[in-house]
């Protein structure tokens, strides 16, 4: 069994940095790890994905080039960093992770572990 807690959210303004993390309670370094976002009103939608090994990443064409995910399987943490933000980036992030690598990453339904989320707000 694996817990998330999401940290690091909170209030910038449009073009600002914020890094979030994810600390997990057991031992993730076999996991493939992922950020999600939930808009209010809209569906949970998939931001990044990281291999077991940190040696793959994957990123939704909305926010490549912007955000970088990263793990540190020694401290059972995986970090989004999010940079030039946008208002549009403005929701509630989560992390998760799955055993599996590749196929239907970007799928909610994929995932088997997630935690509770953390709000980001972008103000323009």
């Known amino acids: 069994q694996v817990q998330l807690v999401e940290s690091g959210g909170g209030l910038v303004q449009a073009g600002g940095s914020l890094r979030l993390s994810c600390a997990a309670s057991?031992?993730?370094?076999?996991?493939?790890m992922g950020w999600f976002r939930q808009a209010p009103g809209k569906e949970r939608e998939f931001v990044a994905t990281?291999?077991?090994?940190?040696?793959?990443?994957y990123y939704t064409a909305s926010v490549k080039g912007r955000f970088t995910i990263s793990r540190d399987n020694a401290k059972n943490t995986v970090y989004l960093q999010m940079n030039s933000l946008k208002p549009g980036d403005t929701a509630v992030y989560y992390c998760?992770?799955?055993?599996?690598?590749?196929?239907?990453?970007?799928?909610?339904?994929?995932?088997?572990?997630w935690g509770q989320g953390t709000q980001v707000t972008v103000s323009s």
């Open positions: 998760a992770a799955r055993e599996d690598w590749g196929a239907e990453a970007t799928m909610t339904r994929s995932w088997d572990y």
């Open positions: 057991g031992r993730i370094s076999s996991y493939a």
């Open positions: 990281i291999k077991w090994s940190g040696t793959s990443t």
